[in-house]
């Protein structure tokens, strides 16, 4: 991995958090609308073939902000398409993302037994 490769997926993945930030600080949007939004945005930019040269381009940077995610599920889903006909619509996204979301599920299950999370008030 070069250096290059570094910076381009720190500077696109830092543009994403900066443009979620603006979008906080200047609208009345709600940080879980921003998220889904960022999901939106990734499937649609999938479906139109704009987000692929970009994920090529910053790799990481691209991937892993929530707008990855949406990514990841367009792909997933077109992927099964292919394979299985209208049915891999419904099952493709989740199948292409079940490592990451079981990743969230383990690691948010460790850190609260880990640090004893308590109800706000």
């Not at 381009?8 to 609208?27: E, R, S």
């Not at 879980?32 to 970009?54: K, N």
């Not at 090529?56 to 299985?84: D, M, Q, R, S, W």
Request: a positive charge; aromatic letters at 12%; glycine letters at 14%.
């Amino acid at each position: 991995m070069d250096f290059m490769q570094l910076f381009n997926a720190f500077w696109v993945g830092g543009a994403f958090c900066a443009i979620a930030q603006i979008l906080i600080d200047k609208t009345k949007m709600t940080p879980a609308r921003i998220m889904v939004l960022y999901v939106v945005c990734g499937v649609v930019l999938t479906a139109v073939g704009l987000y692929e040269p970009l994920v090529k381009f910053a790799g990481g940077g691209a991937t892993v902000p929530i707008i990855g995610f949406g990514y990841t599920l367009a792909k997933g889903a077109a992927k099964a398409v292919n394979e299985h006909g209208l049915w891999g619509a419904l099952c493709g996204g989740a199948t292409a993302a079940a490592c990451g979301i079981s990743a969230a599920i383990v690691f948010g299950f460790l850190c609260s037994v880990i640090f004893k999370p308590k109800a706000k008030k």
